[in-house]
């Protein structure tokens, strides 16, 4: 077996956590967690490195590097605001979809192939905490499982734990 915590950065202010969104992600660190984590991942955006740098001090595991898999941001970001914003503000991914099924078809596909390398790269046993962003981690989610989890809120996330090749979603 394998796992993925998958979590979405805190609240921030551009590409960066806001003060709150680092309190936030300190208080994850010190009672969320579930380490030893085998590799922290994060999309390449600047929040998302900077809340798992926060939690990979509290997993006491700073020697670790934070790898970035690009496959898990979507290159069509303004797209998908715009789709979220025409399904209304704390739109699930079905609701996206009613609105643009291209897009939400594409990329689960594209993002579930990211986070399946995730898993791939992972020993068995192995434990990777990877940060993102919404809707896009309930896409991968989505497009690796087949199954459609709720939106995720704020340093919120999902365990995604792969049994000999079959996915499961659970909460954290």
Do not use: C
């Not at 069509?76 to 897009?103: F, H, M, N, T, Y």
């Not at 993002?111 to 905490?129: F, N, S, T, W």
């Amino acid at each position: 077996m394998r796992y993925v915590e998958l979590r979405r950065h805190t609240d921030n202010d551009g590409d960066r956590l806001s003060e709150q969104g680092v309190a936030d992600a300190e208080a994850i660190g010190r009672t969320g967690l579930h380490p030893p984590y085998a590799v922290f991942v994060s999309t390449g955006a600047d929040r998302a490195s900077e809340m798992l740098r926060i939690l990979r001090r509290a997993a006491g595991q700073d020697e670790l590097p934070i790898t970035t898999e690009i496959g898990l941001r979507s290159t069509i970001e303004d797209r998908w605001r715009q789709a979220a914003k025409a399904a209304g503000k704390g739109a699930s991914l079905e609701e996206i979809r009613a609105v643009d099924p291209d897009l939400v078809e594409h990329e689960s596909r594209l993002l579930g192939a990211a986070l399946q390398r995730v898993i791939e790269g992972l020993p068995d046993d192995g434990r990777a905490l990877v940060v993102g962003h919404s809707p896009t981690n309930e896409s991968a989610v989505s497009g690796l499982t087949g199954q459609t989890i709720a939106p995720l809120g704020k340093g919120d996330g999902v365990l995604v734990v792969e049994d000999g090749g079959r996915y499961g979603v659970h909460p954290l």
